[in-house]
């Protein structure tokens, strides 16, 4: 009898299983795979908050001792806006990392068995068992070999991806859903020089970069779903006009690389799961999807991860009853993950920004905390409430950059809340409402949530 069963073993289920082991509970971890395994549906990127995380778990010098290069910088070129920006700080980490998954996975397993789980490779999970009150307390699956495999505990823990087997046998409800946005080809190239994590958005399409092992770069495009069923080829055919379209000094570069993998190409749902139930949760991709353009899995993943472990432990521990503290777990899940699902979102629809909000994100680029700001966005250090908040989008329009502004909307808008009269509430007020009505469903979501502080 465990006190918890995970299943699946990559970058939410290893995480908790460890964080569960060194709380001194007994945790079996199963996956269908064996480790090291690379898995390929991935965009790597792992943001400064789940580095922070790896570090204070003590895994951040096997991750550097992989070879993988640091990443310090992320930009972004969309018509006027040309944006390359430091990582502002989570918890004083300002880097990233994009390992190839048999790295970072083989680390984090390993982490989880060296904290006392017990670790099964190559079982398939196919059932829940349950009691007669519909509690789930296990789970039957067959081995490699087909040999059957049956186990109990006191919670069984979902962490096996977006088709979660787990939340389809618990009957998981999803809420906040919405279809694949955009669809993606992508590859790694050897032979191109990139450093950072350079990004380029135009013409309903969306480019990026970054290092990995090897000396490898992963380099992808992605479309507008509808868009992507109607090209005319494979990748062969599309990936580089494409490419030559929207950023064409890259790729003249990328002209020049060896590509080194096959082409990939694939699509995410968005949506939150009911992330719990009697005798069971949910963690990572399997609770919670959004499509890849943020590169931002890797990152909720660990940090789920860490909320649930805390909620299991208190509930195993009889800090509080199980099903309280789970339900707090979710509630933190969503309160920390919905800002940015909804960033996500909006960024995957490809539209093009209107002028004023170009301007004043071209503006964004030549303000230093500004420029950290949109940086963070993407890399989850500053929430989309803290960057376009009327205090920030004041000191953007008032200060240096702000100066040369053009549009009437913006220069409406600095007017208002400069000077001492724009510190009135009334004014922030207006303001802001200004601000959110600019920018389109994620300004909807700001005008319908308060602010709300950084995630850890």
């Known amino acids: 009898m465990y006190d918890v069963i995970v299943v699946g073993a990559r970058c939410a289920g290893s995480p908790t299983a460890m964080l569960l082991a060194r709380q001194g509970h007994r945790v079996l971890l199963l996956d269908r795979a064996s480790f090291p395994s690379d898995s ?40 006027p806006v040309d944006l390359m920006a430091p990582l502002p700080p989570a918890g004083g980490v300002t880097v990233a990392y994009a390992p190839r998954r048999r790295v970072l996975d083989d680390i984090l397993v390993r982490a989880a068995v060296a904290a006392g789980a017990e670790l099964r490779e190559g079982v398939s999970v196919q059932e829940l068992l349950t009691d007669p009150d519909g509690t789930v307390v296990g789970v039957r699956g067959r081995g490699r070999e087909g040999s059957v495999v049956e186990e109990r505990a006191r919670v069984v823990v979902g962490a096996d991806g977006t088709r979660s087997r787990v939340a389809r046998l618990v009957g998981a409800t999803s809420y906040l859903a919405r279809p694949p946005l955009l669809t993606s080809y992508w590859s790694y190239f050897g032979g191109l020089a990139v450093k950072d994590v350079p990004t380029f958005r135009a013409r309903h399409r969306y480019a990026f970069a970054w290092p990995t092992n090897d000396d490898l770069v992963l380099v992808g495009m992605a479309w507008r779903s509808a868009d992507f069923k109607r090209l005319p080829g494979g990748a062969d055919d599309v990936f580089l006009p494409a490419l030559q379209e929207i950023a064409p000094a890259f ?96 960024f995957a629809t490809l539209d093009d920004y209107p002028p004023d909000v170009l301007e ?15 940086s963070g966005l993407f890399a989850q250090t500053t929430s989309p409430q803290e960057f376009f908040s009327i205090e920030s989008m004041a000191r953007l329009l008032t200060g240096p950059a702000g100066g040369g502004l053009t549009h009437w909307r913006l220069r409406a808008l600095r007017a208002l809340v400069g000077g001492p009269a724009g510190r009135t509430r009334l004014a922030r007020g207006l303001g802001q409402r200004l601000v959110n009505g600019r920018l389109g469903p994620l300004g909807s979501y700001l005008s319908s949530t308060p602010s709300s502080p950084r995630p850890s």
């Not at 204070?56 to 018509?79: F, K, N, Q, T, V």
């Not at 096959?262 to 939150?272: E, I």
């Not at 999807?289 to 432990?313: K, N, Y």
Request: proline content about 7%; charged content about 25%.
């Open 360 to 374: 004043l994100l071209d503006a964004a680029t030549r303000s230093e905390p500004h420029a950290r700001g949109l």
């Open 251 to 346: 790729a003249e570069r990328l002209r020049h690389a060896e590509r080194a993998e096959r082409w990939m190409s694939g699509s995410v749902p968005n949506f939150f799961r009911t992330a719990h139930g009697p005798g069971w949760a949910l963690v990572g991709d399997a609770g919670y999807s959004r499509d890849p353009c943020t590169a931002s899995g890797i990152t909720e993943a660990t940090r789920a991860a860490e909320l649930l472990a805390d909620a299991l432990h208190d509930g195993l521990a009889g800090v509080r009853p199980m099903a309280e503290a789970l339900a707090d777990y979710q509630r933190r899940r969503d309160a920390a993950s919905r800002p940015y699902y909804e960033y996500t979102c909006d």
């Open 40 to 79: 390929p549906v991935s965009t790597h990127l792992v943001h400064p908050p789940a580095i922070m995380r790896l570090e204070r778990w003590g895994l951040l010098d096997e991750l550097r001792a992989s070879g993988c290069p640091p990443i310090h910088e992320y930009g972004l070129e969309c018509g």
